[in-house]
DNA sequence: CTAGTTTGTTTTCCGCCTTTACGAATAGAG
DNA sequence: CTCTATTCGTAAAGGCGGAAAACAAACTAG
């Protein structure tokens, strides 16, 4: 067997360094580690910013003018530290900067927002909608309207954008199937690309950018599982901080991770699937009601909420199932968190508690805390957050491509 | 949550670079570039290597100096090319460069053996023993023993060494807990040191080294599941070429994944795990065996070869156990292969068919190659080579630490 | 034997970080 | 208020490492 390649565009998780090292790549590291530096530990000093790096206040020096040119990083003006000293003056982030656009075609909803290199969401718009009745160039031309509103009411450059999807994005950016949207083969990149000129694009599977927004803006945590469901049941694994995709893109597959080997068949055409048991569709089916007309998660915890017998029943059950399957993932991966994100997060009261009760049992030979199992703090806005994030993180973690980029401009 | 930091020892798979680069690391990274490409593409010229790199010839002209004045790399006289031109001189690993120890305490023998930097096995040693019955420091003084033989009638220098056990191994080098050999908290990595001076020492699971040792000499597969079995049920997970170990390094215990949740109660407290149908001892008993005086797992393989009915039954059960839970591995970290590896390899035969139709129905969403699923080439050797050329790799992969390490004494 | 080609080394140059030194700006002591 | 100690940011010199270019060496082809 080969060395196995990284899918291209989805780097490999713990891709070696296989390229020599030179003086500019030297040069390119250093400014990140300052970029992350100012942008992670708030306002720094240049001193500051050295002592943390353990690059010499020269070197500092030379590098912010130079992330100062390129619109990354700006002065606050001076620091009165309190101390004895020369007060350094603050450097952050420049809020003038480039921002990022992140972008969603939800199962209801279109959402597009702004966010700085701050981290601050400077400007959001929404809009609900129909998917399964509509052209799919035609949603993502609404959604390319409403960016390109958002671009025009905000003065910064946007370094790029990132689109959510509920379903299987390939690496080129084609929405290979999304059932809750009806898209199947979708060149989702293409068409936004074609309305939204000169603005590098991404596109993504909406659970990936969940789980990264959580990281990025949310518990900070780096080796997480975050699980969303509604339609498939997703795992998004975070590894050191890095989303780990598997050698073709298709890690963190829960829904189809088997719980109860001989129960109930699955449309997968294997029997006792996870989704089978903790899907939305099932749990909806198994509380005896119909599918709702409107959102199925939210009528569902209005039911939970009210009390309803046979919805409760339902959750419970949904909630050992997911423990039972987190259990085996706990044992597989030993993560530092797990997050229940996307919109089972609302439904989190009903569905921890069996969750809790499993993953304790069943991950008895190694310690394991219970508070590791949360809820997500950003829950349906992780996507979008998310996707904004991802070109803002872009910038942050190799500022070098951004300043080259808008110089070849 | 704050951010995760590593196990110390144990560096994190995706361990970004947090410190500055500077031109001591560029030329070690460098070295590290010239001395891989050397050692894992065959005998090269300097212009190859610099073809292959991305070096200049010059550039590459000078580390391959340092490296051979370090005794890493050695030149094997003018190598006819037939080409046109100046024929370059071969390159290669210095076959009298430093080796590797591997060492072994396995549950009814203790190994050791020397690797080169070239990977060939310079000698071995082997010895029987009941671990049950003696004090592990004997067991380890024996072992010391054992290895200083091998160093002495080898004339090239030990880099390191590292010892390969059948347990929970701390990141300080202490054996946790051993069930199979009735060792708790043995400081194994002291215990040693002091009867190896001057080597620098390493201790870990067997699974572990096993499942490396598959990388370097087996399959070469860099993102592989490698399944080791007979005491608890291990899967070492190998990302990019690098182990997998979790944050607290409790990855992999794939022992203890619910197969059955309602299933036969386990030692842990918990029902139906993976151990309890597919464990060795589950095996035996299935089986309607006594435990053997022996070896288990050989005795299985010989009854299973001769047709013995219940035993094909119980083991043909053990297969589809292990098919479920590497069902939900496989859909969760999308490996390349799944490796059968250690003892069980040799039941391989009777396994792997069970394993093949469970993993197949279960993955049936995503493409899976049922050839990706193989058995050990390395079978039980694995523990202790991988273990030697854990010291072998580390010379390959930063060879400007071993370089300052020498020039240290 | 000559022309052409490839290899390995030497030389020059450039970029980047470090070291060292210096002016600037503050707090605290007298 | 002045002086000193301290810290901050910058500037100049130095060292190191790779890139580029040039050159000698060794081989094939005609």
């Known amino acids: 067997m080969e060395r196995t390649d990284p899918v291209p565009g989805h780097p490999h998780p713990a891709d070696p360094v296989r390229r020599p090292a030179s003086q500019a790549g030297m040069r390119r590291q250093n400014l990140a580690l300052v970029m992350a530096a100012v942008a992670d530990a708030g306002p720094l000093s240049r001193a500051a910013v050295a002592g943390r790096t353990g690059l010499t206040r020269a070197a500092v020096s030379s590098l912010v003018d130079e992330l100062m040119t390129a619109g990354l990083v700006a002065e606050r003006g001076p620091a009165p530290s309190g101390r004895v000293g020369r007060p350094g003056s603050a450097l952050g982030p420049d809020p003038a900067g480039p921002a990022g656009l992140g972008l969603?075609?939800?199962?209801?909803?279109?959402?597009?927002?702004?966010?700085?290199?701050?981290?601050?969401?400077?400007?959001?718009?929404?809009?609900?909608?129909?998917?399964?009745?509509?052209d799919p160039a035609d949603v993502l031309r609404q959604l390319a309207d409403m960016a390109q509103e958002l671009m025009d009411s905000h003065p910064s450059p946007t370094a790029g954008a990132a689109l959510a999807v509920p379903g299987l994005v390939t690496p080129d950016g084609v929405v290979a199937h999304?059932?809750?949207?009806?898209?199947?083969?979708?060149p989702a990149a293409a068409l936004l690309a074609e309305r939204l000129p000169g603005v590098p694009l991404t596109v993504d599977n909406e659970a990936n950018l969940g789980a990264q927004a959580e990281r990025w803006l949310g518990t900070g945590c780096a080796d997480a599982v975050h699980v969303s469901a509604e339609a498939g049941i997703g795992a998004a694994l975070l590894v050191g901080g890095r989303l780990f995709r598997g050698v073709r893109g298709f890690a963190g597959e829960l829904g189809h991770v088997p719980v109860h080997?001989?129960?109930?068949?699955?449309?997968c055409g294997s029997r006792g699937c996870l989704e089978r048991y903790a899907g939305a569709a099932a749990v909806v089916r198994a509380a005896g009601l119909r599918e709702p007309a409107g959102d199925r998660v939210a009528d569902l915890a209005r039911r939970a909420a009210r009390g309803e017998e046979p919805v409760l029943a339902a959750l419970e059950r949904a909630g050992v199932a997911l423990g039972t399957a987190l259990a085996g993932v706990v044992n597989l991966v030993d993560p530092a968190a797990v997050v229940l994100g996307g919109a089972y997060a609302?439904?989190?009261?009903?569905?921890?508690?069996?969750?809790?009760?499993?993953?304790?049992?069943?991950?008895?030979?190694?310690?394991?805390?219970?508070?590791?199992?949360?809820?997500?703090?950003?829950?349906?806005?992780?996507?979008?957050?998310?996707?904004?994030?991802?070109?803002?993180?872009?910038?942050?973690?190799?500022?070098?491509?951004?300043?080259?980029?808008?110089?070849a401009r």
Chains 1, 2 share one sequence.
């Open 104 to 134: 969603e075609v939800g199962v209801r909803h279109l959402a597009a927002c702004l966010v700085d290199l701050t981290g601050t969401v400077r400007a959001t718009a929404r809009a609900d909608h129909a998917p399964q009745d509509r």
């Open 178 to 186: 999304a059932p809750n949207l009806g898209w199947r083969q979708v």
């Open 346 to 407: 609302e439904l989190g009261d009903w569905l921890l508690p069996g969750m809790r009760r499993e993953i304790r049992a069943r991950v008895a030979v190694r310690p394991w805390d219970p508070g590791a199992l949360t809820v997500s703090a950003l829950g349906r806005r992780g996507p979008v957050l998310g996707a904004a994030m991802l070109t803002v993180r872009g910038v942050i973690e190799d500022p070098a491509r951004y300043a080259s980029a808008v110089a």
């Open 261 to 267: 080997p001989d129960g109930e068949p699955c449309a």
